[in-house]
Structure formats: structure tokens, C-alpha cells
């Protein structure tokens, strides 16, 4: 059962554990080593719209940042099996995104909010919208009439998602994201002051230079390569789809208390 009301770090740090958000995830060993080997063998469906050159080309340098801000096992000889997200990193980055979501209240700024992974963190970033909207900021209104080769860019619940089939689309393309700008720039409109998103929706905002953060799962290691560079501004180590939407409420809490936007 979710966490009632706003729990502490301790109990965040649990319920992430319980929930397996973080601790041992779901994602394996083998996934993770694959993923960063296709990033560091040029494979840009594994960049997330960010452009890595060659900088990143050797596996072992991916997975010592991985180590480092994400928590997986730092053994390159470790090959299979479970893999982890340290518990304690997720915290101290969402506590990184209060502090640049307060930043934004303060300023009244314009905040984009994208996901493609809306059978998981929608609702997470449907609740920061509403939070932002009541402190002063301006929620961007994506224009009408976006699409994509996999489909069209729509907006629910303030939160900009691929929609294929009349399904929401599960998608790592920065495709979408740069739609959008598109289609702001061509408007006439002003280009979002923050980027709240994951998977190519964050990289490509951040890569096009717009202040981006987010949410990467262990096996997603473009956008931790991006903050190490500080191309994002803050990205949150977690498993991106847990069984139940409902296991992220606490968290989300959390990051809202943290930013002075949980209206208590």
C-alpha cells in the first residue's frame, strides 16, 4: 500500500527498496552491459537525442558513470544476474530536482513536461505540473498537429506523449521533443524555460540547450552520460515501469515537499 502523506527519507528510501523502484530492479545484469555497449558502439537509438561524439566509446568508461550516479555494480567482470540503483542516489537526486522545480516557482517560468513512458511515470509528472500551475508557472501548451514517424505528439493531463494506434506510445526518440520545439519556434512562441521529462524527450531538450531533467532507468545510460557533462541538469536513477504506477505517489510527494510545492 502507498505511503500515506509525505513520507520521510528514510521511509522513501524503504518504500523505493519494497517496491523495487530501486534497490535490486528488475533490469538485469545482461540488459544493462547491453545498452551501454550499443551506446559506446555509436548506436544513437541509445543516445536519447543527446550527441555523444566519441567520448564515450569505450563500455567501461559508460559503466563507471553508471556506478557512480546510478548505483549498479562497478565490476566489469560481472556479467549476469541482478544488477541495483542505490537507493540513497535516487533520493539525492530528487532532492537536485526540488531544488531546480523551486527555482522555477520562484521565477514563474515556462515548464514542458514530457514522458515516454506513460504507462509509468505519467501520472509523476502530471502531479509536478499541477504543483508548478498553482505556484505561478506557465504549463507549455504543446501546438496542434504534431507528428512523428511513429505518430502524433499529443498532450494529456499537461503531459506531452507519443500517441500511435490510439494507444500512448512507449518511445526513446528525441523525435517527439523536437516536434514540439518546431512547432513552438514556428508559432512564434517562446521555447520553454525547463524541460521535466525522460527517455529522447529529456536529451533532446537538453542538447538543443534547454535547462532538462528527468528520470532514466539503469539500462537508459545517455542521459546520466548527459548530467556527468552537464548538458541535463539533474537525472534521477530509478526503474522507469514497476508493476504499479501507484508505487511512485510517495516519491513524488517527496520531491514536492523538497521543493515547497506540496501545499502543506
Known sequence: MPIPGTPSRAELVEHLVRTRIAGDVATPRENNLSHYR???????????????????NDEQDVL???????????????????DTID?????????????????????GQRVLFATGHPGGLLQVHHETARALRAAGCEIVVIPDGLQTEEGYVMQFADVAVLEHGATLWHTHSPEPMRAILRGLEGAGRPLPDLVVADHGW???????????????????PALFLGESEGTL?????????????RHYDPMSAYLLEQAGLSGE
Not at 550516479?69 to 565490476?75: E, F, I, K, L, P
Not at 537507493?87 to 520562484?106: F, H
Not at 541538469?233 to 504506477?245: E, T
Request: aromatic letters at 6%; hydrophobic letters at 40%; glycine letters at 12%.
Open 38 to 56: 550499443e551506446l559506446a558502439n555509436g548506436n544513437r537509438h541509445y543516445w536519447l537525442g543527446l550527441e555523444l561524439g566519441d567520448r564515450w
Open 87 to 107: 537507493p540513497d542516489l535516487t533520493v539525492d537526486a530528487l532532492e537536485r530536482m526540488a531544488a531546480r522545480l523551486r527555482k522555477a516557482a520562484e521565477g
Open 202 to 220: 529529456a536529451g533532446c531538450a537538453g542538447q538543443l540547450g534547454i535547462d532538462s531533467v528527468g528520470y532514466a532507468d539503469s539500462n537508459d
Open 64 to 82: 563507471a558513470v553508471m556506478a557512480e550516479r546510478v548505483g549498479v555494480n562497478d565490476d566489469p567482470g560481472y556479467r549476469y544476474g541482478q
Open 233 to 245: 541538469q539533474v537525472v534521477v536513477p530509478l526503474d522507469d515501469h514497476v508493476v504499479s504506477p
